[in-house]
């Protein structure tokens, strides 16, 4: 998720068992032209599968920028067409290409004929409720060369209002013969459940309720396999997963702006471990990353825990 995840966060995903944990989108322009927010997203995470996403509307350019992400040891190329933003929208690249799906087909064809490495695609089920058409765009992606497509269960101009469309998957899943996975509001086992049986898709992608809870898609992975609940590791677990976020995030953007960058995060981290409303506000306005880090260790109780 642009503006949110990072890969400090990814790594703690895939070491908490999630399958796949895609970058946050790249705009093949910005990759090319040496952009450092461009290159940050498109940073890989050891040990863990190299699934970069790209944004764009030129196939040339979205081909390119694939090239030398495969060249960089990208093991799989995600193509967003499901970013309904006005600023990449109107730059007819993300969810506008589903009002144009020759434009969409193009790009998908110019990347697959890129790289050795799968491409996958991003979608949502259309631009609005009068033209839902993933599952013709699913099948021209299938007709070039794409191995998975995720469908967000909204259309563009729904922005993120409302319930995604779980049972309107479905009709995209009958149309192709290549895995699609179903996105949108799984918070849960439970969730993740209800989505595979309403839209018969192959996997589930979780997006914005693993925002301080990196180990849910892991969790959840291995509820669907045992039938159990979602547990989430031992408090010690989840506070070594902080810690390490943030350290990721100072390393790689300094002190003052790596705290700034992880404050939606440490914020999310806290919640989850119900912190009184005070540190809350201490961690997300100190300047200092020691004190960051002696907050996190309060709010996760860890000296109350060592002493018992
Ligand atoms: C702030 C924000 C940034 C996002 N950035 C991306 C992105 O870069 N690429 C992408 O495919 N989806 C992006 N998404 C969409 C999510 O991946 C997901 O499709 C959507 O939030 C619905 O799933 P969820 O309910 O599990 O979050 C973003 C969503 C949000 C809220």
């Given amino acids: 998720m642009a503006g949110v995840t990072d890969a400090g966060m990814r790594r703690v995903a895939q ?3 999630a399958s ?3 970058s946050e989108m790249v705009a093949s322009a910005g990759l090319m032209q040496g952009d450092a927010e461009c290159g940050a997203r498109a940073e890989s995470v050891p040990g863990a599968p190299f699934a970069v996403q790209l944004v764009g509307c030129e196939p040339a350019s979205m081909a390119q920028a694939a090239r030398r992400l495969a060249d960089d040891g990208a093991d799989l190329i995600d193509i967003n067409m499901g970013c309904p933003a006005r600023r990449v929208a109107g730059a007819l690249a993300g969810s506008a290409l589903m009002r144009d799906l020759d434009a969409a087909a193009r790009i998908l064809e110019a990347v697959v004929g890129a790289v050795a490495a799968p491409v996958t ?3 949502r089920l259309g631009w609005d409720e009068a033209s839902r058409n993933a599952a013709a765009l699913a099948q021209r992606a299938q007709s070039v060369g794409v191995k998975l ?3 967000h269960g909204r259309t563009r101009c729904q922005f993120y209002q409302g319930a995604a469309d779980w049972k309107a998957v479905a009709e995209i899943v009958e149309a192709v013969s290549i895995p699609v996975v179903v996105n ?3 918070n849960g086992v439970e ?9 018969g898709a192959a996997g589930v992608m979780i997006g914005r309720a693993a925002t301080g809870r990196p180990w849910l898609p892991g969790a959840i992975a291995r509820a669907l396999d045992s039938g159990g609940p979602a547990t989430p590791p031992a408090p010690d677990d989840r506070h070594a997963d902080a810690a390490q976020h943030l350290e990721h995030l100072l390393t790689r953007m300094g002190g003052r702006s790596g705290l700034r960058h992880a404050r939606k995060h440490l914020a999310a981290y806290v919640d989850e471990e119900g912190a009184p409303a005070e540190l809350r506000r201490a961690l997300v306005t100190t300047e200092t990353p020691g004190e960051a880090f002696a907050l996190l260790a309060r709010a996760y109780d860890v000296d109350r825990r060592r002493a018992a």
């Avoid at 969730?191 to 839209?199: E, G, N």
């Fill in 149 to 151: 497509i995720t469908i």
């Fill in 184 to 186: 949108g509001d799984c």
């Fill in 191 to 199: 969730d993740a459940r209800a989505m595979l049986a309403a839209s």
């Fill in 15 to 17: 070491r908490r068992g």
């Fill in 20 to 22: 796949l944990a895609f």
């Fill in 121 to 123: 695609l991003k979608t």
